[in-house]
């Protein structure tokens, strides 16, 4: 959303100076150099699928997330966050694809690799690959630490809080 003023760089006030009138001409160079690159920005939204009928998905920026986002990308995955992975398609013990269920519908995405990172071992579950629930005792894998014996014991549910500090009672 871009306000009146927002395509130059006009600074915003307090009532009843909210914005000063419009200008079409006489802008500073910083001025004029800002709205080119804000009628670019337009330009590149208008001409772009995703930026017109995406989704918004806030993301907490850490000190690490967009050198991680880059790798991501440079690597050539895609990332599907919050998308219910339904079924597979299997040939022989060889994952060729996986269908999801998304708020347009279920769809199939076929690739070479796919990676669950569900928490909960979903992939391995609906393609019929072994795999094991709990904690696996050192010897089966010659490790020294470890359990004399394995388990069915798994991960505890994580939580993410967050506080903030407020200058009233919440």
């Known amino acids: 959303c871009i306000y009146q003023g ?7 006030a307090n009532d009843p100076d909210n914005r000063h009138m419009m200008k079409f001409n006489g802008l500073s160079d910083r001025q004029q150099q800002f709205r080119n690159e804000v009628q670019e920005l337009v ?5 772009s699928l995703p930026l ?6 806030p993301v907490e920026v850490t000190d690490n997330k967009l050198v991680f986002d880059r790798m991501v990308k440079d690597a050539g995955c895609d990332l599907l966050l919050v998308t219910p992975l339904v079924d597979t398609i299997v040939d022989g013990d060889t994952v060729k694809g996986i269908i999801i269920h998304t708020k347009e519908g279920r769809r199939s995405i076929m690739a070479k690799t796919f990676i669950d990172c569900s928490g909960d071992s979903i992939l391995a579950g609906l393609t019929g ?24 014991h798994t991960m505890g549910m994580s939580i993410m809080i967050q506080a903030r500090e407020t200058d009233h009672p919440v």
């Open 43 to 47: 330009q590149m939204r208008r001409n």
């Open 6 to 12: 927002d395509e130059y760089g006009e600074a915003g």
């Open 52 to 57: 017109i009928y995406g989704e918004y998905v």
């Open 129 to 152: 690959a072994e795999f094991r629930v709990g904690r696996e005792a050192k010897a089966e894998f010659g490790e020294e630490f470890g359990l004399e014996e394995a388990d069915d």
